[in-house]
């Protein structure tokens, strides 16, 4: 092999297993102002968990905000087969979003997922 082609490869697997190595740590809902955050779950109580997909062909009316969802900036409203698809949709669905948007569930449990499918309490 030829010098550059093993630093082209050298190059290549250093940019590609450098991102395993990051932390996956999830990115909680940034607050504005300290009475905008998101309720918590009491210490020793459970959250309610949503099942995901009870019945087939279930699908979850879905309101997109832009950034935290009690500032209010709504873009608008989609439709998921999935509660953990509701941020990611909006993500894609919506060009202002760039990865900031939460995807709330409007009909049931007061449920917002980011862009990673986590579910936050609203």
Not at 5 to 27: F, G, K, M
């Amino acid at each position: 092999m030829r010098p550059f082609t093993i630093a082209v490869l050298t190059v290549l697997l250093v940019c590609l297993t450098l991102p395993a190595l990051a932390d996956d740590a999830l990115p909680k809902i940034p607050p504005t102002a300290a009475d905008d955050t998101l309720p918590k779950v009491p210490s020793g109580e459970s959250p309610s968990v949503i099942p995901e997909d009870p019945e087939v062909g279930k699908s979850y009316s879905v309101t997109c905000y832009l950034g935290n969802p009690s500032e209010g900036r709504n873009l608008g409203s989609l439709m998921v087969t999935s509660v953990t698809q509701a941020g990611p949709a909006c993500n894609s669905a919506f060009y202002d979003c760039h990865d900031g948007c939460y995807g709330c569930i409007t009909d049931g449990d007061n449920v917002c997922v980011d862009k990673y499918g986590s579910k936050y309490q609203r």
